[in-house]
């Protein structure tokens, strides 16, 4: 399966707040996504992958919330103006449904890409976590934490689909 390169968060932040923020835009980019690939996906796999991306996209609406609201408590606001960076973000990744035509590989490129976005999901989510532990801020380190298990058992099974 192709790798798929995405740039890296553009300055290391100093602030929890600045690095739930991360964690927000890239867990909102993996929402829509998940989202749109549970309308859309077919082929044999459909009701499998169909019923998976349900699972995973209410998780994910409900996680956004939180995330949020740790912002908010940190008294920071919320994604205030970072819409263009979710739709950039989720714009690097291939759209399957004009690659390719045949329905398996739809699928696999779906896979693929929620496969990209969980991991930087990871990766910015243990950004959070060490800067939150550095600064003693335990809330928001148990708050990254869960995130990173959440997605770490999202990936397992996204993987697992596609060996
Ligand atoms: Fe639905």
Known sequence: ??????????????????????????????????????????GPKFVSLHT???QQYTEL?????????RIRALDAYALPNHYDEILQLVGTLSNPLNKERNKDLVADRMIANLIALHERVVSSAQKAKHLADELSDEESQDLAIARIQVHQKALWMLRSIVK
Do not use: R
């Not at 995405?6 to 998940?34: C, F, I, N, R, W």
């Not at 609406?61 to 609201?69: L, P, R, V």
């Open 61 to 69: 609406f409900a996680a956004i919330d939180e995330i949020a609201e």
């Open 1 to 42: 399966m192709a790798k798929l390169s995405m740039k890296p968060a553009a300055k290391a932040e100093t602030s929890v707040a600045g690095a739930l923020q991360h964690v927000l835009k890239d867990t909102y980019a993996l929402y829509l996504l998940t989202h749109n690939y549970h309308w859309n996906v077919e």
């Open 52 to 54: 998976l991306f349900e």
